[in-house]
């Protein structure tokens, strides 16, 4: 499974650098961003199977257990936030911000875990790893449009961002102007090159995940930072393309459902690359990261939510 060590962390742009994590042992699929200041702060934690490169990273970087001022995970599937209990016992100043509709489930994870080790089953342990309980007290909630503060002049915006999930926010930096945006622009391995959108269940919503990407272009960011993975410059064209394709995944699903095909082949048809054209040393990491099949479940599921007669009041 494994590509080797992970890569040096290095700078993206003034004071942000970029962590290669090393899910599973692979390169280049899960990023963790370090912002650099008085106040340093964590953008994801990785996985819970992650935290050891992680905080060997930290370390390289001269952050000492007192050093790191905050954590704030876009998300909390276990791939951005399963690391956040044991980052919080190693850094115990650390603050932790999550969204408000994530943070009991930080707070309490067993349901989370509970739920992924169904979606998962033997990969939760062999390739994620679970989650800690964050003590209460640690956990900020963080509101649409609030700043944490890095230093004099810098700081991070939250953007509620629902789409993907219900409890996904984008952070955007006010001194690089780099948008930290979780899964909701999708996931674009740098070894595959195809953006692609990720619609996984239970919270998967078009029109919000659409909402999402026009909130995101009004920031008018210089830089997009996927979680999976890295830097995409040309953050206008890149929204656009998330855009479309989002519309083009859910329209092709959608007829699938009328149709009542199976909405993971007509996906895989239509999307999946030619043999030949991701090579077999990737192939596993792409699938396992973006690979129809969740994909197909969270618009199934998004299709069967939106078709359902609405309650009378």
Do not use: C
């Amino acid at each position: 499974m494994s590509d080797g060590r992970a890569a040096m962390p290095h700078s993206i742009a003034p004071g942000v650098v970029e962590i290669d994590t090393l899910l599973g042992g692979w390169q280049r699929v899960t990023a963790g961003y370090l912002i650099e200041g008085p106040a340093p702060v964590l953008v994801e934690t990785g996985s819970q199977s992650s935290v050891p490169v992680l905080l060997e990273a930290l370390a390289g970087l001269g952050l000492g257990p007192d050093d790191l001022a905050g954590v704030v995970v876009t998300h909390i599937h276990l791939d951005h936030a399963g690391g956040v209990g044991d980052v919080a016992r190693a850094f115990p100043n650390a603050t932790v911000y999550v969204h408000e509709k994530g943070a009991r489930h930080l707070a309490d994870p067993t349901r989370l875990v509970d739920s992924a080790a169904l979606v998962y089953g033997p990969l939760l342990d062999s390739l994620y790893g679970r989650l800690d309980p964050t003590p209460v007290e640690r956990l900020h909630v963080l509101d649409d449009g609030e700043e944490i503060v890095i230093g004099p002049g810098r700081t991070l915006t939250a953007i509620d961002s629902p789409g993907h999930a219900k409890h996904h926010l984008g952070l955007h930096d006010s001194t690089s102007g780099i948008l930290f945006v979780g899964d909701a622009v999708g996931v674009r391995l740098p070894d595959v090159g195809v953006l692609r959108p990720s619609t996984p269940p239970p919270d998967f919503d078009l029109d919000q995940a659409l909402h999402s990407l026009h909130r995101f272009a009004d920031r008018r960011p210089s830089g997009l930072a996927l979680a999976h993975y890295g830097l995409l410059p040309d953050p206008d064209d890149v929204l656009v393309e998330a855009e479309g394709m989002l519309r083009q995944w859910a329209e092709t699903a959608e007829i699938a459902y009328r149709a009542g095909e199976d909405i993971a082949d007509a996906l895989a048809r239509r999307f999946d690359p030619p043999p030949g054209v991701v090579g077999h040393e990737h192939r596993e990491k792409f699938e396992v990261m973006n690979g129809v099949h969740s994909n197909a479940a969270g618009l199934h599921r998004w299709l069967e939510t939106r078709d359902r007669p609405k309650k009378a009041d």
